[in-house]
């Protein structure tokens, strides 16, 4: 009976041990990390537990198949006050004060939701840069669709756009920057980053970390609810058809609530009760407890049923993993709660003291005056799993041999298709729906076409300039390099406004991380990355990483988006694309190559896709630098009209952009045997500068003086050739050539948008 009864318990023992082994795989926790988990805990983790396991050692969360490569960034210079491992980077911009920002991804929840996907996308990384005790002062957002004809399209497009304009409109904060392009490779799975930039006095800045034992876990904001529950294991894995069940998942916000939050906390920041501070984001209230636990070496103690709650009968395991938005986590100093508690009264916002943090390092939690959960804080953060994946060198590609293919007929055909195509098309049905002047400080922004937008800092002759770029088929065409580019391009587009590109946000969106192909598209990418960086002393300060972006094992194109921040000194000393004047010469700045590899000509013009692009044109780093400083300094001397950096569709389409914006006629001059390749070449290292006659002389002194290489290829023509300015492409001859009126071009232009999106 003995033997029975012991055989009997080793079976009920076997059963319970693979029930719980099925639940863990169900929150998306292999066998490696169950036997991990199982280990630190020394037993099995109650359904609590694994949950919080489960969120906190995420993909999304802990940065497992990343963090080791991550690493290779630079994260410091002379202006960098806070790196990676806060809510957002924090640099020096002099004055006692300090800039704020970072960008974050709400892919998953864009694609499943578009509206409050992106909306609460924004609220979110708002809460990153004020809760560090800035006050938000710009949004930017990159947004990547699938495929123009592709059923979903029009309808995620109109969704992701409306969710956040209204969100960002509402907050009052304006959207100044962004991009938005379309590729048949988000089909199934589209990208929403959004970047948050925002203004503190350097000795008023607040951290997740510094909080010491004994002290009270203040919970403010919106009540909590059912919403976004698994939010982060979602983002954490691939999609497939008919996931539109996961919409329970997505988060749902309201901008008016964040507003008060805003003045709330940055009001309580003013009266030093805080000890430490963390949005809930993603994981909500269990990230924001583990995260500032961890950094402080301590533990928690919460009693759930303090926790505001917008439902009834919400069990623990809910309240935990609940990402209703709109939620802070605080530790304040002793006796501070009854001033908080004033504040957040006066704002009619729920505020709760939940719990005490500890020095057990332990997280306990307690609900109905049980313990439901007791488990320590290190395995759930520094501890999680850190994989080292494999990963496969991606293939170089063999060069794009252009003289294989027909040369076009008619340059100004070629124009006018890169001017209306998806990609380069005027994006005004989308920012116009954005208020990008709200605050009163927005001096131009890049929405309408410029390199990067540029905001006043308040009360001052300062302006910072902000701008997101990646071109995803560079880096798809060539990891290393195309990263290289990414970064080079932010540089360029700070530059060619007059600003000193500080550091950058970036944003990493891959596939799964899991097959090495990929796992190689990353590894490359971000070491491209991180030489760029490192050479044109441009550090990281902050990002995120968003992987598993496909759709029945279809990933993704390769995209790291980068969002950069510079310093303009004098807001006086700027130059946009806009600025053109009649009579104007049009100067090249950098020498052509005439590199059409993976450029817009071969996508657009001659159809080709993968392997048939080519490689992406190579990035000389010291080369950026001293063309972009040589530039920068060009601008504060006064000697330019309009400046604008050379990326998509080569010189032509960045001359376009700047006959469109100064509605003058404009000649681009070229000869007959290079033309192709040095009218849609995609060079790096290149800008477009207007000159007026009178300040020539001294134009050619200053870049003679920096060595670097410039050439007068066109100019901004007062008298017309025709009845209406136009573009002339002059082929040997200047009075011969291909012209196309700046009508023709602009209804092409921005004609685009509108028609598709009304359904044309």
Wanted: hydrophobic share 40%.
């Amino acid at each position: 009976m003995t033997v029975t009864a012991d055989l009997s318990a080793k079976i009920i023992a076997a059963m319970q041990a693979e029930q719980s082994q099925t639940d863990a795989a169900e929150h998306g926790i292999n066998t490696e990390e169950w036997d991990r988990l199982i280990t630190r805990l020394g037993r099995h983790p109650n359904l609590v537990e694994l949950g919080i396991y489960s969120v906190m050692w995420s993909e999304h969360c802990s940065y497992k198949s990343s963090r080791r490569h991550l690493s290779k960034f630079p994260t410091k210079n002379a202006s960098v006050i806070q790196g990676p491992g806060e809510n957002a980077g924090v640099i020096d911009i002099g004055d006692g004060q300090a800039a704020i920002f970072k960008m974050e991804s709400h892919n998953h929840p864009s694609y499943i939701e578009p509206y409050q996907g992106a909306a609460t996308g924004v609220g979110g990384i708002l809460r990153d840069v004020f809760t560090m005790g800035a006050r938000p002062i710009a949004l930017v957002n990159a947004l990547r669709f699938g495929d123009p004809s592709h059923p979903k399209t029009r309808s995620l497009v109109a969704g992701v756009v409306s969710g956040i304009g209204g969100y960002g409109n509402c907050v009052g904060v304006p959207t100044v920057a962004g991009e938005t392009q379309f590729d048949a490779g988000y089909n199934g799975n589209i990208l929403v980053n959004a970047m948050a930039v925002g203004l503190a006095d350097q000795d008023k800045i607040f951290y997740a970390r510094g909080a010491t034992p004994g002290n009270p876990i203040f919970y403010v904001g919106s009540k909590t609810g059912r919403d976004g529950i698994h939010g982060a294991t979602m983002a954490s894995a691939e999609f497939s058809e008919g996931d539109e069940e996961k919409r329970p998942t997505v988060q749902v916000g309201d901008p008016f609530t964040e507003k008060l939050l805003i003045e709330a906390c940055l009001e309580l920041m003013e009266t030093d009760a805080i000890q430490a501070i963390q949005d809930m984001g993603a994981a909500g209230l269990t990230s924001s407890s583990v995260e500032m636990a961890d950094k402080g070496g301590i533990g928690v103690e919460m009693d759930l049923d303090k926790v505001p709650q917008r439902e009834d009968g919400m069990t623990a395991y809910e309240i935990m993993l609940s990402e209703s938005q709109e939620r802070m986590l605080m530790v304040l100093k002793p006796g501070k709660e009854d001033i908080a508690k004033a504040i957040f009264d006066k704002w009619d916002l729920d505020a709760e003291v939940i719990g005490m943090t500890t020095d057990t390092g332990h997280m306990v939690l307690k609900q109905f005056g049980e313990v439901v959960c007791d488990i320590p804080v290190p395995p759930l953060a520094e501890d999680a799993p850190n994989y080292d994946r494999p990963w496969v060198e991606p293939t170089p590609r063999a060069e794009l041999d252009i003289d294989a293919y027909d040369a076009p007929e008619s340059l100004t055909d070629v124009l006018l298709k890169l001017m209306s195509c998806p990609d380069m098309a005027s994006k005004r049905w989308v920012w116009e729906q954005y208020d990008r002047h709200v605050m009163g400080d927005t001096v131009d922004s890049s929405t309408s076409g410029g390199d990067a937008a540029i905001v006043r800092i308040h009360g001052t002759n300062k302006a910072l300039a902000i701008c997101s770029d990646c071109n995803p088929h560079y880096v798809a065409a060539g990891p290393f390099e195309g990263g290289k580019a990414v970064v080079a391009e932010s540089y360029r587009n700070l530059s060619a406004v007059g600003a000193k590109p500080i550091a950058i946000t970036d944003n990493l969106n891959f596939g799964n991380p899991e097959k090495p192909n990929t796992m190689g598209y990353i590894v490359k990418a971000i070491e491209g990355m991180a030489e760029a960086c490192r050479e044109l002393d441009f550090p990281v300060v902050s990002g995120n990483v968003s992987l598993y972006n496909e759709t029945d094992g279809v990933a993704i194109p390769p995209t790291p988006v980068v969002g950069g921040v510079g310093l303009i000194e004098d807001v006086t000393k700027v130059t946009t694309l806009h600025g053109a004047q009649a009579g104007d010469a049009l100067f090249l700045i950098g020498e052509t190559h005439a590199h059409l590899g993976a450029s817009l000509y071969a996508r657009e013009w001659l159809g080709l896709k993968g392997e048939d692009l080519g490689p992406p044109p190579p990035v000389d780093l010291a080369l950026e630098k001293k063309n972009a400083d040589a530039v920068r300094s060009c601008i504060e001397s006064g000697l330019a009209n309009a400046v604008h950096d050379i990326s998509d569709g080569g010189i032509a389409c960045a001359a376009t952009e700047m006959a469109l914006s100064s509605n003058l006629m404009t000649r681009v001059l070229t000869t007959s045997d290079t033309a192709l390749g040095a009218l849609f070449g995609e060079t790096q290292a290149r800008f477009l500068i207007a000159v007026s006659a009178d300040k020539a002389e001294a134009f050619a002194a200053h870049f003679d003086a920096a060595d670097v290489i410039y050439q007068q290829v066109g100019d901004f023509i007062g008298e017309d050739f025709s009845d209406e300015p136009g573009i002339f492409l002059s082929i040997d001859d200047p009075q011969e050539g291909d012209f196309i009126s700046l009508a023709t071009l602009r209804d092409a232009h921005e004609g685009w948008m509108p028609k598709f999106m009304s359904g044309e």
